[in-house]
């Protein structure tokens, strides 16, 4: 059991916890955030400060989002990040992130999100996508795969859709298990997120694309005449100029945005 003890803090399986202790890494990935003191930088997780620190050492100031009370607690009467730290306990996946915005600024956020938690936490940062510059997070590298997959393979799908209409997703590095402990069972990878440009989200209504996506790939071996047939007939397809025999990995982004975009016009 030791092994889930880092630096007097015993891991807590409920929330997720694996804590970065890699130098090389941590030093890759405080390159990539390139926190500035002029910034609004958000920290969600910072667990035991491996990259609070070297950021806060940069930037003099941080806000952090931590649900674990004891960690809240160690972070508020740390001796030297105490100070520096704007502490919030609570839910990120409830958090309004607006709430952290200055004037004129938008927020840098990052962090080592719990692998059990991340699809549900970045669905819920898309939601803020005009407040931020960008992001940058620890995950597993699996979810990493599907966030940046292009059409045609079976890495694509919902999150891969959902996540390029809201961001441009670039892989920064991947991370084995032994830089963490305790160790996770899966690799691990951090991806920067770009928030688009409002001009360049189209989508007349996100929560119909959500949905689209949803029918599409919870049936994606079904081709989409099966799997939307709750959406779009075979003649509204012949319309959208999509091909029914397709299925939902070999549609495109913009495939996606022009059905959503046609539900809202003609089947509200």
Known sequence: ????????????????????????????IVTAIDPKPEDCLVE?????????????????????????????ERLIHHPFLGPKLTVH??????????????????????????????????????DYAEHI????????KEVVKRMVASPDCKAYGRLSVMTQYYCHAIPVIE????????????????VR?????????????????????????????????NSLSNLLTTDDMIELGLDSKARAENLSLDQYIDIANWLYDNKQ
Not at 45 to 72: Q, Y
């Open 44 to 72: 969600i997780g910072p667990g035991l400060g491996a990259i609070t620190e070297p950021v806060t050492d940069i930037a003099g100031h941080l806000t952090v989002v931590e649900l674990d009370k004891d960690l809240v």
């Open 1 to 28: 059991m030791t092994d889930k003890v880092h630096l007097g803090h015993r891991a807590k399986k409920r929330f997720g916890q694996n804590f970065l202790n890699d130098a090389m890494i941590i030093d890759k």
């Open 133 to 140: 510059e960008h992001m940058h997070f620890m995950l597993q």
């Open 89 to 126: 306990q609570g839910d990120a996946m409830r958090f309004d992130f607006s709430t952290l915005v200055e004037e004129n600024k938008k927020l840098k956020v990052f962090g080592n999100l719990p692998y059990n938690i991340s699809t549900p936490l970045l669905f819920h940062l898309f």
């Open 175 to 190: 991370v084995p298990p032994e830089c963490f402990k305790p160790a996770p069972k899966v690799d691990s990878a951090v």
């Open 193 to 225: 997120l770009i928030p688009k440009k409002p001009e360049q989200l189209r989508a007349k209504c996100t929560k119909i694309l959500n949905t689209v996506c949803l029918e599409a790939f919870n049936q994606r071996r079904k081709t989409i005449r």
